[in-house]
């Protein structure tokens, strides 16, 4: 069992309990909801229980949602205004708030990506937590399933992959061989390569420290064709993961030498929708970035309007990622540090106790 420590508004504590077998927690006291829901899809897990200490906020509801999947709605009892985390299943997400009496506000949610080569209409999923509907809409695109991308083992990134291999026989379920990723039928390494349909290639990455054997997928197609590279949960827009599995060291080399060296036009799909709150904190390291703020007003419009901030380009990441920029002498300077290691691990540890 783990226990971390979340502050909350001026100075509230709340608390996220794992249980390290099944990656199922207990978060105590959650005032601040969209804190641990976001920090429940850091570690990795999934959020069971809410255990009060006395009155209360809020409350989280649970609704089982096809076969084998989640979807939460967090409740402020003040105002009486909901969010809704991957609700796969709208509608009845629209009637147990019309039984609460609450206004759905908010929806929070991870990412589904599609990789399809047009020439022969095939396709490879990145992190089908959902695969029901992903299979669905492979119907509706006419296109056929042939490869599952798993960028780390964590629960909602690879926890779709047994059904995905159930539903599609044959399909291959690709993974990093240092993790246990899930169902996984053909490990990779750093610099292996996959082929999809005619004109899609694949080049594996391998981009430890959020997980030891954690796998970023490099994808090239047709001549003149922009490229894209899926991060799972290495690298966030404005942000990284945390170093679960890692250090310092290798989230340097995984962000810094390994995707930095990218083409500056590469697009970038990363595994979650931080993006805002990544801005936010960037602005405390570097409060005089143009290009943060011009991101985080264009990024704030984005999730107003209830479209995501994906894709970014390697070329946006090395202007506004203060992680990624860890290599520049005035992030160190300014964080400190004397060196590109010391100066990521040091933005890593104030990301961590940041309370924006």
Known sequence: MKIFHYPCLEDNHAYMIIDEATREAAVVDPVEPEKLVEAAGEHGVQIKLVLTTHHHWMKIFHYPCLEDNHAYMIIDEATREAAVVDPVEPEKLVEAAGEHGVQIKLVLTTHHHWIIDEATREAAVVDPVEPEKLVEAAGEHGVQIKLVLTTHHHWDHAGGNAKMREMIPGIKVYGGSLDKVQACTDKVDH??????????????????????????????GKEGEDSAVFTGDTLFIAGCGKFFEGTA???HDSLCVTLASLPKPTQVYCGHEYTVKNLQFAQTVEPDNAKIKQKLSW???QRQAGLPTIPSTIEQELETNPFVRADLPEIQSKVGCKSPVEALGKIRQMKDSWRG
């Open 249 to 251: 060291e290798q989230m």
């Open 191 to 220: 610099g292996d390569k996959i082929s999809l349909g005619a004109d899609v290639n694949i080049l594996t990455l391998h981009t430890p420290c959020h997980t030891k054997g954690h796998i970023s997928y490099y994808i090239t």
């Open 299 to 301: 990024a704030q419009q």
